[in-house]
């Protein structure tokens, strides 16, 4: 679904007729809602938004910027999972992917204070661990040689600019039709004279709500399709 598709069924939710709405109101009420559900599937579906990328990590680097031309070249909402490989192919039998441990937020990655630190063990064993923050993806402690990584991220979402701009960045789009939704939301509450906290409050839970019945029909047990009911 492109973003005039999605203006023009937010329009017929609310049944406007004629242009109540001006242009750039319904386009940033568009954008709005198509962020609003990227950032929940970034976190409770991510495997409807992520992206698989592989790049080569230089040798002594401390940390790099992933956004950059010279690695992803996207920008990156949330990096889900970093593994290293032997070389820069897929993954197969002989290239085998070592997924590495993560820091916390708040870990700073110091290196071993002394020989018998068990930290340091345990980096000889399974690799460094990672840790991405404000573009910069650190690897602690950084390799002595360069490493091909696999990435598991959400890049950041496209804006909808054009009128045939895709929605969600042109992914998960069994979810294209709960933007619709979303947005519909927004600019009724906003006409009922809601505080912008309370519409998006408002949009929220009817979201939350939809991915609790996806969750639920594409769990282990039942392997269920979601399908947007709107």
Same mark, same amino acid.
């Given at each position: 679904m492109t973003k005039?598709?999605?203006?023009? &069924?937010?329009?017929?939710?609310?049944?406007?007729?004629?242009?109540?709405?001006?242009?750039?109101?319904?386009?940033r009420f568009a954008n709005q809602a198509n962020r609003i559900v990227w950032n929940r599937l970034a976190y409770h579906d991510a495997g409807s938004v992520q992206s698989v990328s592989r790049i080569t990590y230089p040798a002594d680097s401390e940390s790099i910027d992933l956004t950059s031309a010279s690695y992803l070249n996207v920008g990156v909402?949330? %990096?889900? $999972?970093? #593994?290293?490989? %032997?070389?820069? /192919?897929?993954?197969?039998?002989? $290239?085998?992917? =070592?997924v590495l441990s993560s820091l916390s937020r708040g870990d700073d990655g110091s290196y071993a204070a002394t020989p018998n630190d068990p930290l340091d063990g345990v980096s000889q064993q399974h690799g460094p661990r990672w840790k991405y923050h404000n573009k910069q993806l650190y690897l602690v402690?950084?390799?002595?040689?360069?490493?091909? @990584? =696999? &990435?598991? !991220?959400?890049?950041?979402?496209?804006? @909808?600019?054009?009128?045939?701009?895709? &929605? @969600?960045? #042109?992914?998960?789009?069994? !979810?294209?039709?709960?933007? %619709?939704?979303?947005? /519909?939301?927004?600019?009724?509450?906003?006409? =009922?004279?809601?505080? #912008?906290s309370e519409a998006t409050r408002a949009a929220t839970a009817l979201i939350d709500a939809e991915l609790k019945i996806a969750h639920m029909g594409e769990s282990d047990g039942m392997q269920v399709e979601y399908s947007s009911p709107y």
């Amino acid at each position: 679904m492109t973003k005039d598709e999605l203006i023009s &069924l937010a329009k017929d939710y609310l049944d406007e007729r004629g242009d109540f709405w001006p242009t750039a109101s319904l386009t940033r009420f568009a954008n709005q809602a198509n962020r609003i559900v990227w950032n929940r599937l970034a976190y409770h579906d991510a495997g409807s938004v992520q992206s698989v990328s592989r790049i080569t990590y230089p040798a002594d680097s401390e940390s790099i910027d992933l956004t950059s031309a010279s690695y992803l070249n996207v920008g990156v909402h949330r %990096v889900l $999972n970093v #593994g290293t490989l %032997v070389s820069d /192919a897929p993954v197969t039998s002989s $290239n085998r992917l =070592r997924v590495l441990s993560s820091l916390s937020r708040g870990d700073d990655g110091s290196y071993a204070a002394t020989p018998n630190d068990p930290l340091d063990g345990v980096s000889q064993q399974h690799g460094p661990r990672w840790k991405y923050h404000n573009k910069q993806l650190y690897l602690v402690p950084p390799p002595t040689k360069a490493t091909v @990584l =696999r &990435l598991v !991220y959400v890049p950041s979402l496209t804006t @909808l600019s054009s009128g045939s701009t895709s &929605l @969600l960045s #042109g992914t998960a789009e069994k !979810y294209h039709d709960l933007v %619709v939704s979303v947005m /519909a939301t927004l600019m009724q509450s906003k006409e =009922r004279g809601a505080a #912008g906290s309370e519409a998006t409050r408002a949009a929220t839970a009817l979201i939350d709500a939809e991915l609790k019945i996806a969750h639920m029909g594409e769990s282990d047990g039942m392997q269920v399709e979601y399908s947007s009911p709107y």
